[in-house]
């Protein structure tokens, strides 16, 4: 296939355009800033592209039979934050890239803070608890509610469209370099029970996986590792 990457630099991304590659798909590489590309392609074909303008967007796509999005909102902590809303713009401007290109799949990286922990309950809506997960465990500041907060309403963008969208909430806190196994635990709008974190290379495989063979069209799933 044909598979674009946005967010082509950071550490999903470039797990996916390496895990894609490796699949032999055509891979086009996007980032804002051209100071970011590898100085080997890696068998990508890199390009300029801002993924908050709805029309660089839709000419970047041209052509292409999936976009996978694992684009961040900031450089470090404390710039993500500040620029949460990013995420929600990011969405809408996607979303009316791809109005353009009815025909093209979209798969987004989003967070885990909107996965249910009991019925109806989701976690990032748990109070205290959810803070304490914040701070204690992630090891970001309470603030960083905003973030999850952006991208819980970037998944509600997409749910609204009805564009071929497909929406990733990885059920573990964070996603750092690791192993490549193969191997993960799938679910729906639940969070997954017991030891979660996966690696950044095992969620590319989880994404190509999803993007050769689509299960969760126009719906949001999860992985944990296996």
Do not use: C
């Given at each position: ?17 390496a895990?894609?590659?490796?699949r ?24 300029v ?10 000419g970047?796509?041209d ?24 995420f929600v ?69 997409y ?5 071929h ?13 690791g ?11 639940q ?5 979660a974190d ?12 999803e ?5 969760y ?10």
């Amino acid at each position: 296939m044909k598979i674009g990457v946005f967010g082509a630099t950071g550490v999903i991304g470039t797990r996916v355009v390496a895990e894609a590659h490796r699949r032999d798909h055509q891979v086009t590489a996007f980032a804002r800033d051209a100071s970011r590309f590898p100085a080997v392609p890696d068998g990508a074909t890199w390009q300029v592209a801002d993924w908050l303008d709805a029309g660089t967007i839709a000419g970047a796509i041209d052509g292409l039979d999936v976009v996978i999005s694992a684009v961040n909102a900031g450089h470090g902590i404390d710039d993500t934050i500040a620029n949460a809303q990013n995420f929600v713009n990011g969405a809408r401007a996607m979303v009316r890239a791809l109005e353009q290109h009815p025909e093209i799949r979209l798969i987004a990286v989003g967070g885990g803070g909107s996965l249910e922990v009991a019925p109806g309950r989701q976690l990032v809506d748990t109070g205290t608890e959810f803070t304490q997960i914040l701070t204690d465990v992630l090891g970001v500041p309470a603030e960083y509610r905003t973030v999850v907060l952006a991208l819980r309403e970037a998944l509600n963008v997409y749910r609204l469209s009805n564009r071929h969208w497909t929406y990733l909430s990885p059920s573990s806190g964070r996603i750092d370099p690791g192993p490549r196994t193969g191997r993960y635990r799938v679910g729906g709008d639940q969070m997954l029970p017991g030891e979660a974190d996966i690696s950044a290379e095992d969620l590319a495989v989880a994404l190509l996986d999803e993007a050769e063979n689509p299960r969760y069209l126009q719906r949001r799933f999860t992985v944990a590792a296996a």
